[in-house]
């Protein structure tokens, strides 16, 4: 079982930067692909970054390419999401999921959920 907690969430202007992290506990958190994803009030929860097992391969939607940054530190059991340049479209509830598989960009395939931290880009 993995258990995940978000942080860093906030209020920031437009064109800011924030950084959200997710504490992962579980035996085997270097197995698992990791994942952020989003979900703006009224919309369905969208992809935002994924990160392979060993971290060599990164994955984002269009949307935030050039913009933000995925990372992971597995002996640390962390992953986390840099956010810069930031718009009011990026206003969302972020969620760090995990998957005993290979990468996906569908939520539905991942197994484990934290429960979301709040990201408001203001103006």
């Known amino acids: 079982q993995v258990q995940l907690v978000e942080s860093g969430g906030g209020l920031v202007q437009a064109g800011g930067s924030l950084r959200v992290s997710c504490a992962a506990s579980?035996?085997?958190?270097?197995?698992?692909?990791m994942a952020w994803f989003r979900q703006a009030a009224g919309k369905e929860r969208e992809f935002v970054a994924g990160?392979?097992?060993?971290?060599?391969?990164?994955y984002y939607a269009d949307s935030v390419k050039g913009r933000f940054a995925i990372s992971r530190d597995n002996p640390k059991s962390t992953v986390s999401l840099q956010m810069n340049s930031l718009k009011p479209e990026d206003t969302a509830v972020y969620y760090c999921?995990?998957?005993?598989?290979?990468?996906?960009?569908?939520?539905?395939?991942?197994?484990?959920w934290g429960q979301g931290t709040q990201v408001t880009v203001s103006s």
């Open positions: 999921a995990a998957r005993f598989a290979e990468h996906s960009y569908y939520y539905r395939d991942y197994d484990y």
């Open positions: 990160i392979t097992w060993r971290g060599d391969k990164t």
């Open positions: 579980g035996r085997t958190f270097s197995n698992y692909a």
